[in-house]
């Protein structure tokens, strides 16, 4: 199969030739057609299968053909969890959609309102945005939907992770009622279905990773090791295995700086990428990760979900998540594209009750070894596979709301790296709504 099968128009081809894609994706096969015959799309798709080019070009080529943005309105609205994902979102419409006449913009939290009002003046083709952000500029009347054809929500998943449910929902409330909509997520939780009925009309529902399973060209094992020990096993494995590029997931902010200082100390050049950095530091970080100059890169999951770092070798698990779909999220991060990827954890013994949800979630044991001089005193017990699933928790009556969603990922975050809104809370928020 082509991309000109698929039916786009000449000047897209013409930019996916330059990026050098030969043959469309699975996703991108199955989304194309229906984008661009106006079908609602409700697709399980994660980072690496190639999701975003499944919505963007399709999206371009309908674009192409219709009349202009007028002042301040926006035609085809992208909504991401975060700004690095917005940030990559958008740069794969430019680079897309290079020889279009067509205008885009993305919008988030974190940086000054003032650019991004005068940027939509004069109106843009495709918005992309993080949902706190845009409610801002549209309550400022920066920007308008009367002109709206596509919706499109990216990593739904992790918007609802995250407590954005109800500026959402604002935001769908504030849409024409006649328009496409997209629905990307990289799993289908109840919540996530519950969602979707409310927004997509006989869609074309597309599934190109089974539900909650790993990618099989990723090599998982464990270290088990005393927690003490962890960053100087970490260090020695870097060293060792001369791992040149390797992204390290840390549960909490200060996990992460604490760690990366260590690492320094090391002659391990890090750096840190969460909720307490500021874009710039974070934009930093990212390219000089991505160009070699910094070797180990330390973020915890929300900061690192959406980051599209291409061919990355290593993935370290230094805590376990608390979540154990987190887990299959973060070594999506490696094996990519049909690259061989490899995902370490170091797992102590207070980590065995999160061990054991995420083999219970993956429907296997991961395999052990023990480093040499990094026996743990703490052992870790043996796992059992247990594949019954879980029952699901009753919501628990919800705590006083006081979140402040408005920026993007870090509004996501406490000081501990940790998501206040976590699922059962947000289900027990979404019933009463
Ligand atoms: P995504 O799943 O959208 O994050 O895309 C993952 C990576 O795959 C990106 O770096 C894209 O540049 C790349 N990619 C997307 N589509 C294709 C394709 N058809 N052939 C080769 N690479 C692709």
Redesign the pocket.
Known sequence: MTFASLGLAAPILEAVTE???????PI?AQAIPAVIEGKDVMAA??????????FTLPLLHKLSEGQPAQGNQVRALVLTPTRELAA?VAE?VATYGKNLPLKSAVVFGGVKINPQMMKLRKGVDILVATPGRLLDLYNQNAVKFNQLEVLILDEADRMLDMGFIHDIKKIIAKLPKNRQNLMFSATFSDEIRTLAKGLVNNPVEISVTPRNTTATNVEQWIHPVDKKQKPALLTQLIHENKWQQVLIFSKTKHGANKLTKFLEANKIKAAAIHGNKSQGARTRALADFKSGAVRALVATDIAARGL?I?QLPQVVNFDLPNVAEDYVHRIGRTG??GATGQAVSLVCADEFKLLSDIERLIGKLLPRTIVDDFDPIHTLPESRLNLRPKKPKKPKKPKKPGVDHKDGQRSGENSQGHNPWAKGKLKARAKKS
């Open positions: 990026q050098g894609y030969k043959t469309p994706s991108q798709a994660q980072t690496g299968t190639g999701k975003t080019a499944g990559q794969s599209d291409d990519r594209a």
